[in-house]
C-alpha cells in the first residue's frame, strides 16, 4: 500500500521556538493532506486540509497564524508550530489522500510527530 | 454534518474470546466507513474499509466488520482474539461530499487477558 512518512518522530522544544513536521508520501502524489491532532488518550481532531499549489483550509476554532501549513509540492506539506508553548504538545499525525487513484476516499496516515514542549 | 459514535471506551476481552467493537455513524447520504487501529505512540493502520457493494468487509488481521444502513452502524468483529490485538481502535466515517474528509469516533481501547 501507499506510504506516507512523517518527520521527526519526536521532537522537544522550548517555549517560543518554532517547530517543523514534515509530512511526505513516498510512492504516490498526494494533491490533497490532512492534519490531525490528537490529545493523550484521546480521537484525531482535523485541524487543517492541505491542497497542493493553495492555501490551506483550517478547522473552526484552529488558529492559522500558530500552525501553518505549507504544501509546496504533490509529496510534502509541512506543519510548522509557532512560538510553541507547552499547551501545544500532543501527538500530530498526518494523512494523504492517492490523487492518482481517484477519488476513492481512503486516506494513508503517516507515523506520528510527538511534539513536547518544555 | 458527519459523526462517529464509539459508545465503548474500554473492552477487556480474554485471548481466544470474540470482540465486536460498536460503531454508529450519522450522515445523510452514504458514507464511506473505515476502522483503524493504532498502538501507543503510533499512527493508524487501517484494518479495512467500505465504500459500497457488499456489506460485510474482511480485513487484515482476521478483522471483518458489517455495515447496516437500517442502523447506521458499521461494528467491528473478531472471532477469536490475540493478545497483539490490544491496541486502541478507532471508527471513521468520510465521503466525496465532504472532501474525503474523516470524522473520527471517540476510540475503543481493548485490553486482552492472558
Known amino acids: 500500500g501507499a506510504v506516507v512518512s512523517q518527520h521527526p518522530s519526536w521532537v522537544i522544544c522550548k517555549s517560543g521556538t518554532s517547530v517543523k513536521i514534515e509530512c511526505r508520501s513516498l510512492?504516490?502524489?498526494?494533491?490533497?493532506m490532512f492534519w490531525y491532532r490528537q490529545f493523550p488518550k484521546q480521537s484525531l481532531m482535523l485541524m487543517a486540509t492541505?491542497?497542493?499549489?493553495?492555501?490551506?483550509?483550517?478547522e473552526q476554532g484552529v488558529e492559522k497564524d500558530k500552525f501553518l501549513i505549507n504544501h509546496a509540492s504533490l509529496t510534502l506539506s509541512t506543519l510548522t508550530v509557532t512560538s510553541a508553548h507547552p499547551e501545544d504538545s500532543s501527538f500530530y499525525i498526518c494523512?494523504?489522500?492517492?490523487?492518482?487513484?481517484?477519488?476513492?476516499?481512503?486516506?494513508?496516515f503517516g507515523e506520528g510527530s510527538r511534539l513536547t514542549v518544555l | 454534518a458527519q459523526s462517529v459514535t464509539q459508545p465503548d471506551i474500554h473492552i477487556t476481552v480474554s485471548e481466544g474470546a470474540s470482540l465486536e467493537l460498536r460503531c454508529n455513524y450519522s450522515?445523510?447520504?452514504?458514507?464511506?466507513l473505515f476502522w483503524y487501529v493504532q498502538s501507543p505512540g503510533q499512527g493508524l493502520q487501517l484494518l479495512l474499509k467500505y465504500f459500497s457493494g457488499d456489506t460485510l468487509v474482511q480485513g487484515i488481521k482476521g478483522f471483518e466488520a458489517e455495515f447496516k444502513r437500517s442502523q447506521s452502524s458499521f461494528n467491528l468483529r473478531k472471532p477469536s482474539v490475540h493478545w497483539s490485538d490490544a491496541a486502541e481502535y478507532f471508527c471513521a466515517v468520510g465521503s466525496k461530499a465532504a472532501g474525503n474528509k474523516l470524522t473520527f469516533g471517540g476510540g475503543t481501547r481493548v485490553l486482552v487477558k492472558p
Open positions: 450522515y445523510g447520504a452514504t458514507p464511506y
Open positions: 510512492d504516490f502524489q498526494a494533491t490533497t
Open positions: 494523512s494523504a489522500r492517492d490523487g492518482g487513484q481517484g477519488n476513492t476516499g481512503e486516506l494513508f
Open positions: 492541505s491542497n497542493e499549489g493553495s492555501k490551506a483550509t483550517y
